[in-house]
């Protein structure tokens, strides 16, 4: 379950298996490939977190890969709103940002950024790091941005190397592909798509006691305000995000193929 936006998603699933579910997220990350072989040997039926996609070329486990995609500008918004309270959590940039659009071009591709996990070793990103001595404490995320660009080459043009792959990822890897705009949808694709005992998503959504304003927090609101507006009008920020936008659109046919293969009205 790769970790793209909708926490009460991740909440339904949780509140299922939380006696066995696993998280890989940065700090997991971070302890090398070995870790991660260890982790995908070990028992579970349920696996999240923002590093995930890292995972899927250790062997050892027949998984069912599923997301859930919020609109970049979005999720751009929320990062931005909450690197400006908590400035040292690691999901922020390392150097202080003088704008949304000057945090957009640090920050920005970040789901692009985690899907190209697949393709970076993290032993190898560590080495790497050592020897350039980085700052101890450096975002794993920025580490793996400057990394990409090791060669001279910019870290937009190594992503967008990966955009189409990744596009074919999800058209034929991903077992549901959820839209964090239609999150009641995608409760009923994942029932559907993913058969798993004992959760039925939909009702579990519904009975979760996830309240409104919870339920507000992906793009509910944010996509008609005017903050959302302005940053889709502002050509810096949409080329710093372009190939997360080229993404999401591509998520979002795949949701409706799958709905519709699914016969979901």
Same mark, same amino acid.
């Given at each position: 379950?790769?970790?793209?936006?909708?926490?009460?998603?991740?909440?339904?699933?949780?509140?299922?298996?939380?006696?066995?579910?696993?998280?890989?997220?940065?700090?997991?990350?971070?302890?090398?490939?070995?870790?991660?072989?260890?982790?995908?040997?070990?028992?579970?039926?349920?696996?999240?977190?923002?590093?995930?996609?890292?995972?899927?070329?250790?062997?050892?486990?027949?998984?069912?890969?599923?997301?859930?995609?919020?609109?970049?500008? =979005? !999720?751009?918004?929320? #990062?931005? %709103?909450?690197? $400006? /309270?908590?400035?040292?959590? @690691? &999901?922020?940039?390392?150097?202080?940002?003088?704008?949304?659009?000057?945090?957009?071009?640090?920050?920005?591709?970040?789901?692009?950024?985690?899907?190209?996990?697949?393709?970076?070793?993290?032993?190898?990103?560590?080495?790497?790091?050592?020897?350039?001595?980085?700052?101890?404490?450096?975002?794993?995320?920025?580490?793996?941005?400057?990394?990409? =660009? !090791?060669?001279?080459? #910019?870290? %937009?043009?190594? $992503? /967008?190397?990966?955009?189409? @792959? &990744?596009?074919?990822?999800?058209?034929?890897?991903?077992?549901?592909?959820?839209?964090?705009?239609?999150?009641?949808?995608?409760?009923?694709?994942?029932?559907?798509?993913?058969?798993?005992?004992?959760?039925?998503?939909?009702?579990?959504?519904?009975?979760?006691?996830?309240?409104?304003?919870?339920?507000?927090?992906?793009?509910?609101?944010?996509?008609?305000?005017?903050?959302?507006?302005?940053?889709?009008?502002?050509?810096?920020?949409?080329?710093?995000?372009?190939?997360?936008?080229?993404?999401?659109?591509?998520?979002?046919?795949?949701?409706?193929?799958?709905?519709?293969?699914?016969?979901?009205?």
């Amino acid at each position: 379950m790769d970790k793209s936006g909708a926490s009460g998603a991740r909440r339904v699933a949780t509140e299922q298996w939380r006696k066995d579910e696993l998280v890989f997220d940065t700090v997991q990350w971070r302890r090398g490939d070995g870790f991660a072989a260890d982790v995908m040997a070990s028992r579970w039926k349920l696996l999240h977190g923002g590093c995930v996609e890292s995972l899927r070329n250790h062997k050892g486990r027949s998984c069912k890969w599923i997301t859930i995609f919020r609109h970049p500008i =979005a !999720r751009l918004l929320s #990062a931005y %709103d909450h690197c $400006l /309270g908590a400035p040292k959590d @690691p &999901v922020c940039p390392p150097t202080e940002s003088t704008g949304l659009a000057a945090f957009a071009e640090l920050w920005g591709n970040f789901a692009m950024r985690q899907f190209a996990l697949a393709a970076v070793s993290p032993s190898a990103v560590k080495e790497w790091a050592a020897q350039r001595q980085a700052r101890t404490g450096t975002s794993m995320w920025y580490l793996v941005k400057e990394y990409l =660009a !090791r060669g001279g080459i #910019a870290e %937009d043009e190594v $992503l /967008g190397s990966k955009l189409e @792959p &990744v596009k074919g990822l999800l058209s034929t890897q991903y077992a549901a592909v959820g839209i964090a705009q239609e999150l009641k949808t995608t409760m009923v694709l994942f029932s559907k798509a993913l058969s798993m005992e004992g959760l039925d998503w939909s009702s579990s959504w519904a009975t979760l006691g996830i309240n409104e304003e919870d339920k507000q927090d992906s793009e509910y609101d944010i996509t008609e305000s005017e903050p959302f507006r302005q940053a889709l009008e502002n050509p810096r920020i949409v080329s710093a995000l372009r190939l997360d936008m080229s993404l999401y659109e591509h998520a979002v046919h795949v949701f409706k193929d799958q709905v519709a293969q699914f016969g979901i009205e």
